[in-house]
């Protein structure tokens, strides 16, 4: 397929700057994936399309605040540094701006000298490989004290309360940017969901940066995601795997969710464990594992976009974007989502 078939246009007003007050109020367009029609709801309505038996699956990874503001340690030039994976103790992939100014050897300062870190070397992609002076439990803290939230570059407005980056059930952390879809769930949401019969479950995935890497090549075939590190427990496989065998929905919520689910069950039954995936979900690929999906609208021509299109129907979800920007829908990360059936 053509990079071009997952283009549509987009107003440049229509991208959501800010979270709105309350998580739940944001919008959702509900899709029927096999007729086409949708609906214009609230994501609180949400309760309204799920049943007793259904399983809806989270991902509970939590943001790094892994943007640090700093200065190389002898011209005293400003740096900006972004975390995007630990390769070993104490060091970690990272981009770098200006990547020009931080060759091999180069010392960074953070924090007014409170974190320090060495250049080691480059990266394929152009990214580098940091040393830094601090490692383990004791770096994490001193992140959550110096960094800041790696917000996408297409918000410009400053976020007031990082937290409103967090879903409200983050728990293991470790992503560079956050499971979106799940921003609009409230406790009390959650809680009215469980009082249905629903069942909820757990699994993390640490969201890279390469998902979000644009796709470069015009046969989408050719475009080879980055791996992204992902954990399902014992018991959260097992119960997905008993609501299949009896039959029951199985409602992933984002598209790191899809992803998990269908990189760990491609024999048709979820795998508990460890792993890391590098699964490409794009239009012919068989769905083995989810039912329903929650998700937040995406970018042009991004491989969100070629997944939900796998999952719906690139027809189908080109249509329902151009509804959802008739409609004046917010889009991407501070965005409205849609529920798709």
């Known amino acids: 397929m053509h990079l071009e078939d997952f283009d549509y246009d987009l107003p440049p007003e229509l991208i959501a700057q800010t979270p709105l007050t309350r998580r739940d109020e944001s919008r959702l367009l509900v899709l029927n994936r096999q007729t086409g029609a949708t609906e214009h709801r609230v994501f609180h309505d949400l309760p309204s399309y799920l049943k007793a038996g259904d399983v809806l699956v989270l991902n509970d990874t939590r943001v790094l605040p892994a943007r640090l503001l700093g200065r190389r340690a002898h011209s005293g030039g400003k740096v900006e540094v972004l975390l995007l994976k630990e390769v070993a103790p104490a060091q970690w ?24 870190a060495r250049v080691l070397g480059r990266t394929p992609e ?33 976020l007031k309360d990082q937290e409103r980056y967090q879903t409200v059930y983050a728990r293991h952390l470790g992503s560079a940017a956050a499971p979106t879809a799940g921003l609009h769930f409230t406790p009390e949401l959650l809680t009215t969901i469980a009082s249905q019969g629903v069942e909820i479950l757990y699994l993390t995935l640490h969201v890279g940066l390469g998902t979000f890497r644009p796709v470069r090549e015009e046969r989408i075939e050719e475009h080879h995601m980055h791996e992204e590190y992902y954990l399902i427990r014992s018991e959260v496989a097992e119960r997905i795997n008993a609501a299949r065998a009896e039959g029951r929905r199985v409602v992933a919520v984002g598209t790191t969710v899809v992803r998990t689910l269908e990189a760990a069950g ?58 959802a920007v008739r409609q004046r829908y917010r889009f991407f990360s501070f965005g409205d989502a849609m529920l798709i059936m």
């Open 93 to 116: 992939e990272v981009l770098v701006k200006p990547g020009r100014r931080c060759p091999e050897g180069q010392e960074l300062v953070f924090g007014e000298g409170r974190l320090t």
């Open 126 to 158: 152009g990214g580098r490989i940091m040393a830094f002076s601090k490692a383990g439990g004791e770096f994490l803290t001193l992140l959550d004290e110096i960094g800041r939230m790696p917000l996408p570059p297409y918000i410009h407005a400053e």
């Open 266 to 323: 491609r024999s048709g039954r979820v795998k508990a464990g460890a792993e890391w995936t590098d699964l490409f979900i794009y239009p012919g690929f068989k769905f083995k594992i989810i039912d329903a999906l929650i998700t937040n609208f995406h970018l042009p021509k991004s491989t969100l976009l070629m997944l939900v299109a796998a999952f719906a129907g690139r027809e189908t979800i080109l249509r329902a974007y151009a509804e």
